[in-house]
């Protein structure tokens, strides 16, 4: 989701590692209640905070991903603004 200036709201709220196809989202309450029992706790990088670990199950399931998105973001404050450089 967006912000009232544009900026994506969900950009740092999900990992995805490649090789072997796991999807970690924050952890946040919201999204922690809507997920229920379908993640456990994981690190998307070595030294990362706990996220949720979605269970493969999930993945397929694009309404429900797309709702965790938004649970998550909403949850979330939003990025703070870059300062502009001087030249």
């Given at each position: 989701s967006r912000?009232?200036?544009g900026r994506n709201r969900?950009?740092?709220n999900l990992a995805f590692r490649?090789?072997?196809d796991q999807l970690f989202v924050k952890i946040t309450e919201p999204?922690?209640?809507f997920v229920g029992d379908h993640y456990e706790e994981g690190c998307p990088y070595?030294?990362?905070k706990p996220w949720m670990h979605i269970s493969?199950?999930?993945l397929d399931d694009r309404a429900w991903l797309s709702e965790l998105v938004r649970v998550t973001a909403d949850a979330l404050p939003l990025p703070?603004?870059?300062k502009k450089k001087r030249v």
């Open positions: 912000d009232s200036h969900s950009a740092n490649g090789g072997d999204g922690r209640a070595p030294g990362a493969e199950e999930m703070q603004p870059k």
